[in-house]
């Protein structure tokens, strides 16, 4: 059994949808995985981190059994428009940190997520970690179904996308929006 981390990024079925699972033996991978998802999001103002309530867990497998899972959300400050900054609760609602009221146009235009890596308690993996080409059977719950996630690197639960069509994508999106 190996052991391995697993980042959900999710938003369940509804106005919005999106199902994105990436599997790393090290944080690093984690923490570019998550800050580029964040970042593609916020320029394409689409604001599903906080308008449609996206769901970001960590979870941490030592030899195949989970033990830890953290809801990355408390985690995160959002700088928006105007000098507007605030924190998200765990249910990714806003929780102003300013006597102004947050509006939706703060949220979208302009906005930034700060994440304070220092302060969460990441369960360090040891053990016989999962390595690029190996795969395990991981289910995440997405909507009202579970969801197999067994590749490392990037998986789409909700369009089966592979991870060089996901990390083209990406390449795509920057050259275009810098």
Not at 71 to 84: D, K, S, W
Not at 89 to 101: H, L, T
Not at 113 to 128: A, C, F, H, K, R
């Amino acid at each position: 059994m190996k052991s391995f981390s697993l980042l959900e990024l999710s938003i369940s079925p509804g106005a919005a949808r999106k199902a994105h699972a990436f599997l790393s033996n090290n944080l690093n991978e984690i923490t570019t995985a998550l800050e580029t998802d964040l970042k593609i999001e916020l320029a394409a103002e689409i604001g599903l981190l906080y308008c449609y309530k996206e769901n970001i867990t960590l979870r941490t497998f030592l030899q195949g059994e989970e033990k830890q899972q953290i809801n990355f959300l408390p985690y995160m400050t959002v700088h928006g428009q105007n000098g507007i900054n605030f924190k998200l609760d765990e249910q990714a609602n806003p929780i102003s940190v300013s006597e102004r009221v947050v509006c939706q146009e703060d949220l979208l235009m302009g906005a930034s997520v700060q994440i304070n890596w220092s302060s969460i308690p990441i369960q360090e993996l040891t053990g016989d970690l999962l390595q690029r080409g190996e795969e395990v059977e991981t289910m995440i719950l997405y909507g009202s179904d579970y969801s197999n996630v067994d590749q490392y690197g990037f998986n789409d639960l909700e369009f089966s996308m592979t991870e060089e069509e996901y990390l083209q994508e990406i390449t795509e999106f920057f050259s275009a929006n810098t």
